[in-house]
């Protein structure tokens, strides 16, 4: 009786470990700016790696305004693979600013939520 509970433990730890998890890893989850000037490049890259073991993909990618657009990667990114979000921001407002990018993909933690932040000076 003992003997069919670990047989039944180890099977179901098998089990749960041949479940494929896609799990994003960013070199950093906040691009700060810093103080950079009015009308400046607003382009950042943001750059993360597939470190789960079945391919991911991204479906959209959300913001908390109009000033800020991103680009996906249109393929798949595939376990162990590197790849990139490109985030605009409109820099032709004097002021702080704070805006969040809402990744939603087959990831184990989607949505995901990276941030851009900043200051721009006239």
């Not at 039944?8 to 041949?18: G, I």
């Not at 959209?60 to 590197?82: Q, R």
């Not at 989607?110 to 721009?120: D, E, M, Q, R, Y």
């Amino acid at each position: 009786c003992n003997m069919k509970k670990v047989f039944l433990f180890v099977l179901a730890l098998l089990f749960s470990m041949a479940i494929s998890a896609q799990e994003f890893k960013f070199e950093k989850e906040t691009i700060n700016y810093g103080k950079i000037k009015k009308n400046a490049d607003g382009k950042r890259v943001f750059k993360f790696t597939n470190v789960g073991d079945a391919p991911i993909i991204i479906k959209e990618i959300k913001t908390s305004c109009d000033c800020t657009v991103p680009e996906k990667p249109k393929k798949p990114i595939m376990p162990g693979e590197e790849a990139t979000i490109t985030v605009s921001y409109d820099t032709a407002t004097v002021g702080g600013f704070s805006k969040e990018i809402i990744i939603f993909s087959n990831a184990k933690t989607s949505p995901k939520k990276i941030k851009i932040k900043g200051f721009i000076i006239d």
